[in-house]
Nanobody
Framework: VQLQASGGGLVQAGGSLGLSCEAS????????MGWYRQAPGKQRELVAS???????DYADFVKGRFTISRDNTKNTVYLQMNSLKPEDTAIYYC?????????????WGQGTLVTVSS
């Protein structure tokens, strides 16, 4: 299984970025997928998730600012990030969350770095 995240970069506070993550080696459409992030010195945390039938859920700290979506024809999950804050600075990763209601995680990819300047 490979999870290749891209789209990170440097942006000013209040700006926007769109992340993409292409998965290979899995039957993507049956997996609930998530975006996670890990800031320096902090634990990795779940930011947003989307089920196989496209129900979404967000951490409180990104609600109203981030939008997760997926394209099963491209085996890709997206994260649109608006109104970015310096505290959103982190490495962002995608991974599976659940499959057939069972928790699952694959090996973490390299992630993509998002840096928000104040």
């Amino acid at each position: 299984v490979q999870l290749q995240a891209s789209g990170g970069g440097l942006v000013q506070a209040g700006g926007s970025l769109g992340l993409s993550c292409e998965a290979s080696g899995i039957t993507f459409r049956v997996y609930d997928m998530g975006w996670y992030r890990q800031a320096p010195g902090k634990q990795r945390e779940l930011v947003a998730s989307i089920t196989s039938d496209r129900r979404t859920d967000y951490a409180d700290f990104v609600k109203g600012r981030f939008t997760i979506s997926r394209d099963n024809t491209k085996n890709t999950v997206y994260l649109q990030m608006n109104s970015l804050k310096p505290e959103d600075t982190a490495i962002y990763y995608c991974n599976a969350v659940r499959v057939y209601n069972s928790p699952v995680n694959f090996s973490w990819g390299q992630g993509t770095l998002v840096t928000v300047s104040s």
